[in-house]
């Protein structure tokens, strides 16, 4: 004879709201969307005075436009001085691309060397590397101008690659460490064993594992270099040489009238690549922050 038990679900009762509690809310979200009227009133300004007239971009506080103008877009597609816009697209996608294969290629082996392999002086090697973060840039910008000079490779984007592929950054070579640390050992333990050597051992183990660092720097490099400004600054001379940054300085001319519709219609158009290639790398981003090593 079986006997059966009806249980009823467990009600559990909400606590009803107070006056208090709602008025809490209400100050919360009013403060939440005051801070996001202030970060994206920039990106709002920015969008409104590329319809604008020049002439209103500085006379009028207001970011709402009284008259729409496409002027600025259609000049821009122009380009500048007799050279094509896809050739400023061109320029900054060259070094963009170069950097990251630079990043990937050097950072990489580097950190595998420092993070995996036993020899005399690694600690004291790495230290040097994590030190190098403390070293502003400006410091080394006349040394390395004077060496680029004497290598004769001035006014050409080597001196802006060359030094992804030494594996000079040491936050990417820090964060790929790190990520190898949390591998377990019985990994290149049970290769060796296997008759791997060290070059088997990264390429068909490490590197499926470091995928997620991998595409987390990838993208870092890809908008640092996309939106680098100083470096071409100093080292790029021609125009037809210009990535985008550095052509969004030529629309302000100090001794003629500076086309500031341009400007903003530039920008824009330059940070579509930018904002395309986050949202589509956007979930691996998140994946490579919040992941260290293998799941187990």
């Known amino acids: 004879m079986s006997a059966t038990v009806e249980s009823s679900p467990r009600v559990i009762a909400r606590r009803k709201r107070t006056a208090g509690d709602m008025a809490k809310s ?33 006379t009028s506080i207001s970011p709402i436009p009284t ?7 259609s000049s821009a597609f122009d380009g500048m001085a007799g050279v094509p816009l896809w050739r400023f697209f061109w320029n900054s996608f060259v070094i963009a691309a170069l950097s990251v294969v630079g990043i990937l290629a050097s950072c990489s082996v580097t950190a595998y060397a ?6 005399p002086g690694r600690k004291a090697m790495f230290a040097v590397v994590i030190a190098t973060l403390l070293l502003p840039g400006q410091v080394m910008l006349i040394p390395q101008y004077l060496i680029f000079s004497e290598m004769d490779v001035v006014n050409t984007i080597f001196p802006l690659v060359i030094g992804k592929f030494l594996g000079l950054d040491a936050f990417f070579v820090f964060m790929y ?20 050597g060290h ?12 995928r997620p660092a991998i595409v ?30 550095r052509l969004l300085q030529s629309y302000n001319n100090t001794e003629a009238v500076s086309n500031y519709g341009g400007m903003m219609a530039m920008t824009l158009l330059s940070l579509v690549p ?19 090593g293998v799941k187990g």
């Open 67 to 73: 008259s729409i103008t496409w002027e600025h877009f």
């Open 177 to 196: 460490v790190q990520f190898l640390r949390g591998i377990p050992r019985e990994l290149d333990q049970a290769a060796t064993i296997d008759g791997a």
């Open 216 to 245: 987390t720097s990838s993208i870092f490099t890809f908008i640092w270099s996309w939106n680098d400004f100083m470096g071409p600054l100093i080292y790029l001379h021609e125009i037809e040489k210009f990535p985008l940054p």
């Open 274 to 292: 930018v904002v395309l290639f986050f949202l589509v790398f956007q979930k691996f981003l998140i994946k490579g922050i919040a992941t260290s």
């Open 26 to 58: 209400v100050v919360w979200h009013v403060a939440l969307l005051a801070v996001l009227v202030v970060v994206l009133y920039p990106a709002f300004w920015v969008l409104t005075a590329a319809v604008k007239p020049n002439a209103d971009i500085l």
């Open 114 to 119: 420092l993070g995996r392999l036993e020899f």
């Open 199 to 210: 070059f088997r051992i990264f390429f068909s183990i490490m590197l499926p594992l470091l």
